[in-house]
Structure formats: structure tokens, C-alpha cells
């Protein structure tokens, strides 16, 4: 699943392209996205709106338009967005079309139909947008509100990063990414995490996210850029996907392991 820097790799790539063109028609080839909002309704919602600019809010894709709507949109397991010159046939997982004024086409597609595209007209008339926590790069993701929130929780710690109702847009890639580079368990009940262990994942947070979105993401089977070229951080990541493989620090075996029905890797030498 695409997580933030994934996510924000597409929005800026959309954000080079998109500014300032109108959508002249929608098609809509299959339903699933729209949770239930008839399609005439959601072409109607969208007929003839310009684009203002594209945002990221935890692995949320916000469009803003320039008369003040948005479509709000998550890409779940398999949803990507495309930019592509006009075509004449819709490719087998093309979901949506957006027919651009310049003549070209937003796509979006979705091979397992999980993803979700919703029309507001105010963004607080968008729950999930609303639920969601602190944005880890934003200027109030500090080590200070990091130690506050772990004392509060007596959460394994992975299961602890990827609440989007605490830290927006972490998800099981980068939050074992993280913790490798903190030095520290997925295990560990948050509240344990003390002394300057707290500015230690902190630190890591902010430097895991920002290397990943320097390399416009990570490619592990479906994520593609808009252009459909991979993303680059699959190969710099030190224990996602690589389970018995030694610990680039301690040379110890990579131990994969499950929590809450999702697959967590760390080492368990150098992770404490
Ligand atoms: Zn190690």
C-alpha cells in the first residue's frame, strides 16, 4: 500500500502537471471508488471544475479546485493516478477518466478496487480526513510531542506508529524502516520509550520519510509513479522483506514476525 512518501511523490508529480486545467468530462468505467455516489452525480459534482493544486494529508490525496471543492482521494492497496495522452480504449484496470482541457487525461486505476475518490465541497464534511493525527513532517511533529504521546499508550510500538489518528501516513513499510533506525523494538510497549529514546524515533522518523521521498518512494510490487516509472527507495531499505538476511549493523538475522495480522522485520539484536 502506498504510504506518505509515496503519496507525496504522486502529489507532486501531479501538482507539475495539473494547476490550472479544467475537466472538460468524467468516465466512469467502474463504480467502486465512488462509495455509492451514483456516477451522473459524481460527473455532474466535477463537470467543468479547474484545478487548483494538489496536497498530501496523511496518504490522502487532496485536488483542490478553484472554486473551492476538492475530491479527496486513497489509494488503498492497488490505486494509482496517471497522466497520460489521449486514449482511445480504457486499459482492464482503468477505473476513471478525467478528460483535461489541455487534452490530456488524469487516470485513475485500480486493479483490486479498494481505493476511494469522494467530491466535497468543504473539507470538514470529509470524516476520515478529520480523524487523521499529526503530520510527522509538519512543524508540530516534535521529539517533545513524540514523548508526550508514547507516555499515553501502552502500544507495541509498530502498531503504535501506524495509528493515522496519532501519526498520519506511516504504514507497515516505513514504520519497521523507522524502528530499525531508532534502534528499537516493535515490541515495546510505547510508554516504555523514555529518556532520549523518544527523540531517537523521532529523528529517524523524519529522516526515514524524507530519504524515501528523495527517492520518489519505494517499489515493492505495485507502486507507480504517475508516469509509471518505480519509485527508488526499495533499495535502501536495511530489513522490510529481508528475513534472515544479516542486520546491516550487527550482522544478526532479520526475524520477521506478526503483529495484528501484518508482518513487522526487525533484528532483534540492535532493536532493544
Ligand atoms: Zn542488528
Known sequence: MPELPEVETIVSELNAALPGSAITGTRVFRDNALGGVPVADFQEALAGRVFERVRRRGKFLVFDFRDGGHMIGHLRMTGKFILSPPLTQPHAHHRVWFHL???????????????????????????PLQRLGMEPLSSGFTAKWVAAALRQSKTPLKIW???QSRIAGL??????EILFRASLSPMRPAHTVTGGEPARLHRATRRTLREAIHHNGTTISDFRRVDDKTGGFQDFLRVYGKQGQPCPRC??????????????????????
Request: include cysteine; aromatic fraction near 8%.
Open 101 to 127: 482541457d489541455n487534452g490530456r487525461l488524469l487516470i485513475f486505476q485500480d486493479a483490486r478496487c479498494f481505493g476511494t475518490l469522494a467530491i466535497v465541497e468543504r473539507l470538514a464534511d470529509h470524516a
Open 161 to 163: 506508529l501506524m495509528d
Open 171 to 176: 504504514g507497515n513499510i516505513y514504520a519497521s
Open 251 to 272: 550482522r544478526a538475522p532479520i526475524v520477521k514476525a506478526r503483529q495484528q495480522q501484518r508482518s513487522t522485520f526487525f533484528c532483534p539484536s540492535c532493536q532493544r
